[in-house]
């Protein structure tokens, strides 16, 4: 079983870089899957952020692209989001999450973490 | 970005009643779509995928249907555990866009 647990500050300050890692267990990064980031603003829908495979291609949302860096650190069994220049709007709960066997697809979210909620204010 | 519009957003139910919900996109996708279900304070748990593949562990109650840009999800026979938000998601492009939900409540 699939095991993803999300870490990183809770507070960012505007204008700053939102880092968070995603620490998966029960799996190996390196033997495949997507691996992505979605968020959901407190009381709001979800978003989708972007997707990487292990290391490889990486697949952003079109809105986010300009400020989204994600990477993965296959010695840790990690994978991990940057999000620069970030304003109010950026407060969320933050998901990671693995497309698991769900074929076909770099962005579907088959097993989750249990999200982090980062509040960007000074 | 391709605009994904569900309804009703809120729908009011019983146990034993049967529910369907539609998902409509701005534009074809056709059948890259999935489905989760959301309870308060917890992450989404994907439900349904490429319109009508039911995930790992989910109840037969649960269907989906559709291609292009109309979409379903029916739940055959309510159950208490099934009251929560409901979301779809293409994921014919990259922005992956869901909808903005559709809140099943107990009637």
């Known amino acids: 079983q699939v095991q993803l647990q999300e870490s990183g500050p809770g507070l960012v300050k505007p204008s700053e870089t939102l880092s968070l890692t995603c620490t998966v267990s029960g799996y190996s990064i390196s033997s495949g899957y997507h691996w992505g980031w979605i968020r959901q603003p407190p009381g709001k829908g979800l978003e989708w952020i972007g997707s990487i495979y292990y290391g490889r291609s990486t697949y952003y949302n079109p809105s986010l692209k300009s400020r989204v860096t994600m990477s993965v650190d296959t010695s840790k069994n990690q994978f991990s989001l940057k999000l620069n220049s970030v304003t109010a709007a950026d407060t969320a709960v933050y998901y990671c999450?693995?497309?698991?066997?769900?074929?076909?697809?770099?962005?579907?979210?088959?097993?989750w973490g249990q999200g982090t909620l980062v509040t960007v204010s000074s | 970005d391709i605009q994904m519009t569900q309804s009703p957003s809120t729908l009011s139910a019983s146990v034993g009643d049967r529910v369907t919900i539609t998902c409509r996109a701005g534009?074809?996708?056709?059948?890259?779509l999935a489905w989760y279900q959301q309870k308060p304070g917890n992450a989404p748990k994907l439900l349904i995928y490429k319109a009508s593949s039911l995930g790992n562990g989910v109840p037969s109650r649960f269907s989906g249907d559709g291609s292009g840009t109309e979409f379903t999800l029916t739940i055959s026979s309510l159950q208490p555990d099934d009251f929560a938000t409901y979301y779809c998601?293409?994921?014919?492009?990259?922005?992956?866009?869901f909808g903005q939900g559709t809140k099943v409540e107990i009637k």
């Open positions: 534009q074809s996708i056709n059948r890259w």
């Open positions: 998601q293409q994921y014919n492009t990259y922005s992956g866009t």
């Open positions: 999450a693995t497309t698991g066997s769900v074929p076909d697809t770099a962005i579907i979210g088959d097993y």
